[in-house]
Structures are given as C-alpha cells and as structure tokens.
C-alpha cells in the first residue's frame, strides 16, 4: 500500500510511544516449520513468513529478509546454503581490472532476485497495518563480495580504480534492484552496508558514501525511503560521510554505543539500532534481552529521534521467546515511564 513515508517517519518520531522496528524475518523460518534453503527459494513462503511475524509482533514496520547473497548471485557468485543459517558468498569472482572490466552488470530478475520482488509484491496485498520494507545490500559491501572482503580492504589503496570499476557496476545493478521493489509497491528498502564500517572515515568517504548517495538520489522519494543499514564499529567516526548519503533514517549495529552515535545524528532524522542479534535475540534468555533492551532504551530513548531496533538482521534461529521479550521489554519501559509521568 502506497504511504507518505516521510510523514510515517515524522509521526514515528513525535510518537511517545514508539514502535519498536528489529530487522527480523528470518526466523519466520519457525513459524512456518521450513528450513532457511525453503525460504530463500520461494516467494509465496516469504511473503506468509512477512505475514506472520506481522501478525505476531507489534512492530512498526514489516522487513523482508536481509540475505546479502542475492545481488553477488546475480553477478555470479557461489553460494552456500543450509538450513538454519543465512545464506553465504563463497570465493570471489574479480581477481584483477580485467576482470572488473569483463564483469557484466546483471539483469533484475535474474538469480533469485526476480523471486524476491515478487515476495515483496505479494506481501504488501498481505500486509496493510503498516509499512513493508525489501532488503538489499549497499554498493561497498556488494563490491566486498565480488572481489572478497579481505582482498577489497587492500584493493582499495593498491588498485582503487578496479574498486571504483567494480563500483560503478555495483550501484548501477542495486538502483534498478530498488526501482524494482518500488514498482512492486515496497514503502522503502533497507540497504544494508556493513563491510563500509570496516573502512577507515575516509576510505569510506570515497569508495562508499558518493554511491550510496548516488542510490539514494535514484529511488527515494516522498512515498520510498532508504534506510541506511551499517554495523560496523567505525561508524561514529565516519557519520558525516553516511549522513551526506541522503538517506531518510539511519540504522547500526551494536558495536557501537548508541547513544553516543545519537549526539552526532540531527534531530530531525531517525535513527534505530542496537540490541545484539547474535548474543541476546539468538544466544540470550527472556531475562538478558529484556535487561539489554531496557539499558539501549534508559540511554537512548532521551534523544526523540531514537527508536529500538535490534544491531542487525535477527538470525534464523533466535528462540521466539527471546523475541517476544524483546518486545515485552520495550512495552514495559513505556508502561514504565507513563506510570511516572514521563510524556517521552
């Protein structure tokens, strides 16, 4: 369903009480009894999936899978595929410029790209309470799987026009990617760019901020929104490049203290993160994520701009109860706080 999603954010923002909004879809995987390797193929499931946890939870918005291996599949890249973890890019298909010259720029709709738009276009006639989010990976960490994440570190001081080339291929296949969501009647895409926060501030000032923003000018308009998705532990040196991207509303990972990367975010412009996925929602008890919880939202809920969210995607097997109290914890802070008179 088509929405204003810059009022959306505006009325997320002024809300005194906010949703929370975690990156999570993969354990849907649960819901619907199916292995990850029977998600990752079928689009019918992953729209049910988006359904249920819809359904489940109060979140502010749906979020499609963030499954960093489809746009490398598209170029060629080998991946590998089980069923309990998230899927893989396996080796590197660029070696050298020549190979970054001869790299082709993929069709939408190849791999399995074309089965995620279509999850998207049937899980927005599914889903009508609130927005519906795709996924995609940022140009940086797309680049970081075509040449190898440990090799493009490198790369990007001894061969930065191969970087740039592979670049350039990169942002351009991602554009048509989310004009493709868009057309499916997504209300945004969170673009995912975690290997940017391994990068020195001004490496990522070059070789993924200006394509970033290049995305961003392409697809984001008053009804579809970028949010821009980074975990890395550089991020708060480096937030006046990815501010520079353009996009509506900012996201990171719990490497970072969150409150601290929140002084240096406008007030203004949305910003979510940061329980850990892996060590509370997957490997934690109902008691350890709602403390942990409790704690991001005690030191971040003073900046009105601020909204919880998991650091990153949620992975498959997270205990559903560790999920619930989640968003149990996020209940009892507002509960918590109304009871003392505390309008936000």
């Known amino acids: 369903m088509k929405r204003d999603m810059r009022k959306w954010l505006e009325e997320l923002q002024a809300a005194p009480v906010k949703k929370a909004m975690p990156v999570l879809s993969f354990p849907a995987v649960q819901l619907l009894g199916i292995s990850v390797k029977e998600l990752i193929s079928d689009s019918d499931r992953q729209a049910e999936g988006m359904r249920l946890v819809a359904q489940r939870t109060d979140a502010a918005a749906a979020v499609s ?91 990007c001081y001894d061969e930065p026009d191969m970087v740039h080339m592979v670049m350039e291929k990169a942002t351009s296949f991602l554009t048509e990617y989310c004009k493709a969501y868009r057309e499916a009647g997504a209300n945004g895409i969170v673009l995912a760019e975690p290997v940017t926060g391994l990068l020195s501030p001004a490496l990522a000032e070059e070789f993924s901020a200006p394509y970033v923003k290049r995305l961003v000018d392409a697809v984001q308009d008053d009804s579809f929104v970028i949010i821009y998705h980074n975990c890395g532990n550089n991020t708060i040196q480096m937030i006046d ?12 990972g719990n490497a970072i203290d969150m409150a601290q990367m929140l002084a240096r975010i406008p007030a203004g412009t949305v910003a979510m993160g940061n329980v850990d996925p892996a060590g509370e929602f997957c490997h934690g008890t109902p ?19 601020f ?19 989640f968003f149990g914890a996020v209940q009892e802070y507002y509960e918590c706080r109304s009871a003392q008179g505390v309008s936000r």
């Open 65 to 155: 899978l963030m499954d960093l291996s489809v746009e490398a599949e598209c170029f060629g890249s080998a991946i590998r595929v089980s069923d309990r973890e998230v899927p893989t890019v396996v080796g590197r298909i660029v070696e050298d410029e020549e190979g970054a010259k001869a790299l082709e720029v993929p069709r939408v709709g190849s791999a399995r790209s074309g089965l995620y738009v279509e999850a998207i276009r049937k899980a927005v006639e599914l889903i009508n309470d609130r927005p519906v989010f795709a996924g995609a990976i940022g140009p940086f960490s797309l680049a970081a799987r075509l040449l190898d994440v440990t090799e493009i570190m490198m790369e």
């Open 241 to 252: 490049s990815i501010l520079d991207t353009g996009a509506a509303a900012y996201h990171f």
């Open 287 to 305: 008691e350890s994520i709602r403390r942990a919880t409790l704690q991001v939202m005690e030191a971040c809920c003073p900046y009105p701009n």
């Open 307 to 325: 909204v919880i969210s998991s650091g990153c995607d949620i992975p498959p097997m997270s205990k559903w109860e560790n999920i619930d109290a």
